[in-house]
């Protein structure tokens, strides 16, 4: 929550929902200077945590990274491919990279590794048989034969 300024009081969400002017405000403020009070640090921190960072240039001008990332993929693409990105667009760029290089993670996570299987083909994993008994003592499950 905001503490003081036009938005005192107000949750950062609201605020970053109602008043995208004012987020760019405090994004650029945070960026050049130190002169921002504790609070709006931490609310330009929210900002970036949640939404990456807010385009101030162009056709998507006031969009949320994030927000422009759903709704424009082909011009995250392009973005990327700028030789010479002026610093909003290399803001975005960045942040483009992150968002892929944690998704490549999550992958690399979700994915068994076994370097001794072939490419392409899921490792094989040792079956434990189950072996337990009925309340007579005689065994149920897979037979060992």
Known sequence: ?????KHSGAPYQQVAAEDRKYCAWVL???????QLSHNMKAFATYLKQQHGGLMTVGKHAAK???????????????????????????ELAEYIAEQQQIREDDQNRKRPRDDSAPSGERPQRPFKQLKRTTAQGRRFGRDER
Not at 74 to 88: C, D, F, G, K
């Open 28 to 34: 650029r403020e945070e960026r050049d200077s130190n």
């Open 64 to 90: 949320f990274f994030n927000e422009l990332m759903k709704e424009d993929p082909e011009y995250a693409i392009w973005v990327q491919s700028l030789a010479q990105p002026s610093a909003a667009m290399k």
């Open 1 to 5: 929550m905001l503490k003081h300024g």
